[in-house]
């Protein structure tokens, strides 16, 4: 079978899929998304098996460390994709839930009802752990779901969404309700963003390259998500105890993610007092700084920053720093160089705190707390299938509702239009 063809068979089979899932009862759903916790469990040894031949490749080809680190699965990690599934399981379908309802005059009774999208794509790069949690939200949400992950982790994805379709359909749901291309060839990608006869939605995560190749040659609608180039801004006002706990937290936890911050703004009146310590223990971490004119006075062996820094996603041990004289250039340095993503001011002053919530434009704004909540799980969502840095239907992390739309519902009573 050609690859076109190919491509073309999954779709029609997703789409088929996703009519019974539409249908599908919330116990069934719950079921399966149970089965497919404990069949991952049940396969932790063949899973941990041909991930390990991923981290082999990846080693080999000398991948950075970060990317390496979105690769590796550990005992912990599956168990981690087992528990997102049951923590999905737990939560209310959104279904067929009448968001609100209201009477006109002429007597017609008028609702909006949650329904699925039907049928999702999901093309992504790296983490394995993507394959389980898209793979039991999108169930959840009476989608079918057609998976092309990364050509680095396709032994994992494999192994993965071999037990998620296997247990899935055990309980009793469709067997294309989930679907992995099991090819490399990035040709299939193609074939597929023309499919919008049967695909009604493209999520793209990866880095900005493709995601605008996704975006550019798709004909089907793409909710996507570009970078990640997320801020702490240290007020005058901040507690500095807690400004450096955030700030450090928010760089060295785990900076191969989109939610790590890149990018570290201080005010000038405390940035003295405040940049020595917190930069040597940066540096002591191992993370490379590059600072502004004014950070290098204070803190000489920082390395220059240059404009492409600020607008840079490093995805490593790599943070830019700068000084800024006010709340507002805090604020327009944010605007100018953020990706709409994640922001976070550290600061004791409610006007600061509000004003920064009030003005900065992204999908998730903190006050006196790390960017590296904004999560699918963090949120309570279960899990989550991406996060959106767009404006319009889903933004930050999508849960089940984001995998829903609506239509109208009307009850009449034999009334006609005059």
């Known amino acids: ?5 190919e491509m073309l068979a999954m779709a029609q089979g997703a789409r088929k899929a996703a009519r019974e899932l539409a249908c599908a009862s919330t116990e069934t759903k719950n079921r399966a998304l149970l089965s497919m916790a404990n069949g991952l469990r049940k396969s932790e040894k063949n ?4 991930n390990e031949k991923d981290v082999k490749g990846a080693d080999e080809k000398g991948l950075p460390k970060a990317l390496v680190d979105r690769l590796l699965l550990n005992s912990s990690r599956i168990e981690s994709m087992a528990g997102g599934l049951e923590e999905v399981a737990k939560l209310p379908d959104p279904v067929g839930e009448v968001i609100k309802m209201w009477k006109r005059p002429n007597g017609l009774e008028i609702g909006k009802r949650r329904v699925p999208i039907g049928v999702i794509a999901l093309i992504y790069e790296a983490r394995p752990n993507v394959t389980a949690d898209s793979s039991g939200l999108s169930l959840k949400a009476g989608n079918a779901i057609i998976l092309r ?6 032994h994992s994805n494999l192994a993965i969404a071999r037990v998620l379709s296997e247990e899935a359909s055990r309980a009793g749901l469709p067997e294309e309700a989930i679907q992995l291309i099991k090819t490399t060839d990035r040709e299939a990608v193609r074939e597929l ?6 695909i009604d939605l493209i999520i793209p995560r990866g880095g900005e390259s493709l995601i605008k190749t996704v975006v550019e040659e798709s004909t089907i609608p793409v909710i996507k998500h570009y970078k990640g180039i997320c801020h702490t801004y240290v007020d005058e006002f901040a507690d500095l105890g807690m400004a450096m706990n955030i700030s450090f937290n928010a760089k060295v936890q785990r900076p191969g993610v989109c939610n790590a911050m890149e990018t570290l703004l201080v005010h000038r009146a405390i940035a003295r007092q405040f940049l020595p310590t917190m930069l040597k223990k940066f540096q002591e971490s191992g993370v490379e700084v590059r600072g502004c004119q004014e950070v290098r006075k204070i803190v000489p062996e920082t390395k220059e920053a240059t ?3 600020w607008k840079t996603e490093y995805l490593d041990l790599v943070l830019s720093v700068k000084v800024v004289s006010s709340l507002k250039e805090a604020i327009e340095h944010i605007h100018k160089y953020g990706s709409n993503h994640s922001e976070a001011i550290v600061t004791e002053n409610c006007r600061a705190a509000k004003k920064f919530l009030d003005e900065v434009d992204a999908a998730a704004v903190y006050v006196n707390a790390s960017t590296r909540f904004t999560d699918g799980g963090e949120f309570g969502l279960g899990a989550e299938i991406g996060i959106s840095t767009e404006k319009i239907h889903a933004r930050g992390p999508m849960g089940l509702e984001e995998l829903c739309t609506y239509k109208y519902i009307i009850y009449g009573e034999g009334q006609i239009r005059q």
């Open 149 to 154: 992950g990364g050509s680095e982790a396709i």
């Open 1 to 5: 079978m050609s690859l076109k063809n």
């Open 193 to 198: 963003l023309k499919l919008n006869e049967f």
């Open 307 to 309: 404009e492409e820094d």
């Open 47 to 50: 899973i941990l098996t041909e």
